[in-house]
């Protein structure tokens, strides 16, 4: 990915690029040094504590006013939210449309997701609440007509947010979200299948 990166960059003639690869909850930089953060599509392979973890490194990397924008997919497996029930429905209904692969690939996933190896996609509200809770202002998060969203934030300054994520799990997703965790293991070596996590999770919602 980084060679990936370098290469796109080379040839587009930026010559100001610098790729490393860090785990998105142990950022390799100093405090308040970034305006912008941008994550696409990789925050749900977080469990919901550590995208809180990521949250809270974001906070602390961003000059304050800086942007944080998130892309990923947004939902959850809630059937009380009419949107989660609609964006479930599509993904059964292509995956049903695909024949006998289709209907592979969805008792593949039943099983990744009953033995807790699913992606932890979380929703609109999640986001919402969670962005608040570590002390970003400006939050916005739009749906796409498809699974995605786009949450947009701006930071504070990481003295005026510390703490805000570590000490309180988000709860707005009636199914579960991420609980009981604390401090400690806020940092964790680089990818999921890597990183143990410190407390019992949910699954995805
Ligand atoms: C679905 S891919 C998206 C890749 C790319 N951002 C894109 O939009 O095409 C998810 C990526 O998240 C990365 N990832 C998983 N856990 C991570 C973590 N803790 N920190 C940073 N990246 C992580 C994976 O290695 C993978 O490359």
Known sequence: MNEYLRVKATSAGIDNVTTVAASAVSLPLVDEIADLVVSNYCLHELRHDDKLRALAEAMRVLKPGGRLV????MFSLNPMHARDRQVVAVKLAALARRGPPGVWRLLKNATRLVSGRWEYPANA???????????FDRVRVE????????????SRSASAAAGCC???PVAVDAAGGSRGFSAEG???DYGRKEH???????GPK
Do not use: K
């Open 70 to 73: 998130i892309g990923d997919m």
């Open 125 to 135: 509200s999640w986001w919402d609440e969670a962005l608040r809770q570590c002390g």
């Open 143 to 154: 749906m796409l007509a498809h699974e995605g969203g786009i949450a947009i934030a701006q």
């Open 166 to 168: 570590e000490l309180r």
């Open 186 to 188: 806020a940092r964790s």
């Open 196 to 202: 143990a996590p410190t407390t019992p999770q949910s």
